[in-house]
């Protein structure tokens, strides 16, 4: 009972310090705006640094013989099945009924770095801190749809950055922002909880991104 205390205590060291690091740099980006021009390669070296190395370290620490279970690479059928599943849903919502997300055109980003940070690195980074190490750790503390809303609340406080670099700060802009990344956070966290598997919000969570990155218009 008192290691399960322990380890419930200690998981929210990896959240704090990604999230006082990723702030941390992102302070730096506002204050010299020039290294937020800087190429996508060095921020993903920055996420990845800050976010999913503690995440890794944490899992690596307390879950030695566990750590693959724990990470979410065990049960690779459920998480291709809900994966890919919701990732053709995904896509026929924004190709196959267009009037439901707007009139969008979209080209396929050419940039690596783009590729590497963005669509590739950053799901990786998110799903495995959020989903594999933050949401598991609290349904241990609390019921499943609690230990959603909770770290879905966490997934949008790690995009509130973002938003103040790009000087997206009005108020009802903000409500909107952080109301659709919260509910992006619940249906990854669902999706994680009911395949049992990383692959189940990792593969959704990279289409969700390749296709935020291919709208040009």
Avoid at 15 to 35: A, E, H, K, N, R
Avoid at 139 to 159: A, C, R
């Amino acid at each position: 009972m008192e290691k399960n205390k322990a380890t419930l205590n200690l998981f929210y060291w990896p959240l704090i310090i990604g999230l006082t690091l990723w702030y941390s740099w992102v302070i730096v980006m506002w204050q010299m705006p020039s290294l937020n021009q800087t190429d996508s390669l060095l921020r993903a070296f920055i996420r990845v640094g800050s976010l999913l190395i503690p995440a890794l370290i944490y899992i690596w620490k307390v879950y030695p013989k566990k750590k693959w279970e724990f990470l979410g690479l065990k049960n690779i059928k459920s998480g291709l099945k809900w994966g890919l599943g919701f990732s053709l849903i995904l896509l026929l919502i924004n190709f196959g009924i267009p009037t439901l997300i707007g009139d969008y055109e979209y080209a396929l980003p050419t940039s690596a770095a783009i590729w590497l940070n963005h669509i590739i690195g950053s799901p990786i980074t998110e799903e495995v801190l959020f989903r594999s190490v933050v949401f598991q750790e609290l349904k241990k503390k609390t019921n499943t749809w609690k230990s959603i809303v909770i770290s879905s609340l966490l997934f949008v406080i790690l995009h509130v950055p973002k938003w103040i670099l790009l000087n997206e700060l009005e108020p009802m802009m903000l409500l909107r922002r952080a109301t659709y990344i919260f509910v992006v956070g619940v249906i990854f966290a669902f999706l994680f909880h009911k395949s049992k598997s990383l692959l189940g919000s990792l593969i959704p969570h990279w289409v969700h991104n390749l296709i935020s990155m291919s709208i040009v218009n």
